[in-house]
């Protein structure tokens, strides 16, 4: 595959990555939520036999909110399977709606889920889709990629499905501390490739896990990508964003609306499909004037 190809993979903004948040944190969970794309797009990709493993292998659903992924792959023939979220309230329904399936649900952080699975290499696979893009907005990526090597027994398989670009994820997804073997799968929805599933096989067991190093590499690699791989605000972007306002109407004070800020900045491909609407805009707003 080629860098041009890899790179094409999953260029969507940082900004509507950094709200993989499905529903409000609340007490009052309804419905279900997919992010981005939906099981049918890529069941083909991780079913046991794709994977080459057996359906009893026992399975990892990281960051599973509300979404109908943990139903799929336990009817796709998964049986033993762990489901994770952050958000107690969203486990908490999700136990509720599937208690007919022998399937457990639990609240943990997954860049540290110590206190739930104490014990090393207790998976055969660990699932996520969006969680690590989630995180790259933060500073905890590195620490998602070491708890959940460690989590996989030795010949087990990290799956992240990613929507950022394949070239970015398979250099984080590749610390040379951390003996792998990575494989790359692209995903396409609506006739067009739309991201990537990351297939890391575990190679060996290490005494201890390098986190520092680990953290070190991954830190700088998302540094450099942001600054000069795929920086956000390049030259041109910034001369078409000022074009663009340039050609709006102006209040008494100079200004321009913010609901027309947030059309102008952003795409409607990412106001609409990414699901980064103007309600996200202003809680991010917000957030940085605080």
């Given at each position: 595959m080629s860098g041009a190809a890899l790179h094409e993979a999953g260029s969507e903004s940082a900004a509507a990555l950094s709200?993989?948040?499905s529903i409000e944190k609340t007490k009052d969970v309804y419905g279900t939520y997919d992010w981005i794309v939906d099981y049918e797009d890529f069941k083909g990709l991780v079913s046991p036999s794709a994977l080459g493993i057996s359906e009893n292998s026992r399975m990892l659903v990281v960051g599973c909110g509300t979404s109908t992924l943990s139903e799929e792959l336990y009817n796709a023939g998964y049986k033993d399977m762990v489901n994770m979220d952050i958000d107690e309230a969203q486990i908490e329904h999700m136990r509720e709606q599937h208690a007919d399936k022998a399937m457990q649900w639990i609240t943990a952080d997954v860049t540290d889920m110590r206190k739930q699975f104490p014990e090393p290499e207790c998976f055969d696979v660990a699932l996520d889709k969006g969680t690590l893009d989630a995180l790259l907005c933060t500073d905890q990526a590195a620490e998602m990629i070491c708890e959940l090597w460690r989590l996989l027994t030795v010949g087990g398989q990290m799956l992240i499905i990613s929507f950022r670009p394949a070239d970015f994820i398979a250099s984080l997804l590749s610390p040379p501390l951390l003996p792998?073997?990575?494989?790359?799968?692209?995903?396409?929805?609506?006739?067009?490739?739309?991201?990537?599933l990351f297939v890391v096989s575990k190679s060996c067991s290490l005494p201890s896990i390098p986190a520092a190093a680990v953290k070190a590499y991954v830190d700088e690699r998302i540094q450099w990508w942001h600054q000069e791989g795929d920086p956000l605000l390049t030259p041109r972007?910034?001369?078409?964003?000022?074009?663009?306002?340039?050609?709006?109407?102006?209040?008494?004070?100079?200004?321009?609306?913010?609901?027309?800020?947030?059309?102008?900045?952003?795409?409607?491909?990412?106001?609409?499909?990414?699901?980064?609407?103007?309600?996200?805009?202003?809680?991010?707003?917000?957030?940085?004037?605080?």
């Open positions: 709200n993989a948040e792998s073997s990575l494989s790359i799968k692209p995903i396409e929805a609506r006739g067009k490739r739309v991201g990537s972007r910034e001369a078409s964003l000022r074009e663009k306002f340039s050609e709006q109407t102006t209040d008494a004070n100079g200004r321009v609306g913010l609901s027309v800020c947030h059309c102008i900045m952003f795409g409607e491909e990412e106001r609409g499909e990414y699901g980064y609407g103007i309600d996200m805009f202003m809680q991010d707003l917000s957030a940085w004037r605080e």
